[in-house]
């Protein structure tokens, strides 16, 4: 879909990663596993582990806090936050509403947002539209996960891909020509049984039995997501640069979800991009799921890989099944206080 009027984009950016890290040599004492395997199949050396305690809306809001300074805004100017989590604190209440009380943001309405680590691309494309239409004007999309206390720590087959961490935007009203040009947003249902945590919601509540049998834990079938992922993160990518007017030929910047660097790669593949224009980070985070595409935003723009008058590209998939593209045509203006 093709987005017309008023230029709505990102106008501050902040990210957090616990202290922790585990490395691929740390797990080779967990499970039976070796740097060797875990490198040659994903790319990923080491990931950010939160502490015993440490929730995912304390990791949000962390990044809400650092994308505010970056931005230029204070909490109270926030109309709305949603926050893209596979891992909330609780069932309910929301993450986001546990974060609008954090930063103190008081008039901002707060929902959470389910779409697996397409959430924070989703959420952008959702957090737009409010804008779009003069109902709201400052509105903080959050992508933030701890994996770690839903990983089998038994299982070699999920629990060395995965990270936590948090990653956040300010969306506000940009120059025209700015912002958000074009999206791809879809799911294919059928595909749910390939990546879920079988317990703990009204299908199978939570019982000794259901622990006892380890449900309440994420499960995956590797590989199908793997062939899913290589075709839809190039198709999607493609249908959201046609329904901006663009091709692969303008793009100076490709932010793909982290999962795998194999993935990465194919998508680039299909893009005809060179590496030099695709962010990579999935070797120090692992798979930070809905935080990973925020997260490596922030860390373009540290590395001076993202300039104004750029285009953009953020590619997500994950949890549902579910994909999403967002092509931005990159405007902010630097507010940091030096
Ligand atoms: N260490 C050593 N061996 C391992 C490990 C490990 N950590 N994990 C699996 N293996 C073994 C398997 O048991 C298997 O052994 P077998 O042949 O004796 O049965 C062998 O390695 C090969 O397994 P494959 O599944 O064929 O390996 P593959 O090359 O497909 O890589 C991987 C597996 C990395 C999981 C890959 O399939 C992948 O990246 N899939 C996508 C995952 C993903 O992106 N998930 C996130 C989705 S986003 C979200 O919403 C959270």
């Known amino acids: 879909m093709q987005v017309k009027n008023k230029g709505v984009g990102i106008i501050g950016v902040g990210s957090y990663v616990p202290e922790k890290t585990l490395t691929n040599k740390d797990l080779e004492s967990i499970v039976e596993t070796s740097d060797e395997w875990i490198v040659s199949r994903t790319g990923i050396k080491e990931r950010h582990i939160v502490a015993p305690g440490v929730a995912t809306s304390d990791l949000a809001a962390y990044a809400a806090e650092r994308a505010l300074l970056d931005a230029g805004v204070s909490a109270d100017e926030i109309d709305l936050i949603i926050v893209a989590t596979a891992t909330p604190d609780m069932l309910f209440p929301s993450t986001a509403c546990l974060v609008q009380d954090k930063i103190k943001a008081s008039k901002a309405a707060a929902f959470d947002l389910s779409a697996g680590c397409s959430g924070f691309a989703y959420g952008l494309v959702t957090g737009s539209q409010f804008i779009q239409t003069g ?120 932010i793909p979800h982290q999962a795998n660097i194999r993935i990465i790669q194919s998508a680039a593949k299909r893009l005809k991009l060179p590496m030099e224009k695709v962010i990579v980070n999935v070797d120090k985070y692992g798979n930070t799921s809905a935080a990973s595409i925020p997260i490596a935003l922030n860390e373009a723009l540290q590395d001076n890989k993202l300039k104004n008058d750029d285009v953009v590209v953020f590619v997500g998939f994950g949890a549902g099944l579910t994909w999403a593209s967002c092509v931005i045509k990159w405007y902010k203006e630097d507010k940091t206080v030096v």
């Open 135 to 254: 109902l709201y004007n400052k509105i903080l999309v959050i992508g933030a996960e701890t994996l770690s206390t839903i990983l089998d720590w038994n299982d070699r087959n999920t629990c060395v891909l995965f990270g936590d961490g948090a990653g956040a935007v300010v969306l506000g009203e940009v120059p025209a020509g700015y912002g958000i040009l074009g999206i791809d947003l879809g799911a294919d249902g059928s595909g749910g049984e390939f990546l879920k945590i079988p317990a703990g919601g009204s299908r199978l509540p939570a019982t000794s039995e259901s622990v006892s049998q380890r449900l309440h834990y994420l499960q995956m079938s590797g590989n199908d997501v793997f062939k899913f992922a290589v075709k839809v993160m190039g198709e999607s990518a493609v249908k959201a640069l046609d329904n901006s007017g663009l091709s692969s030929a303008d793009v100076d910047c490709l």
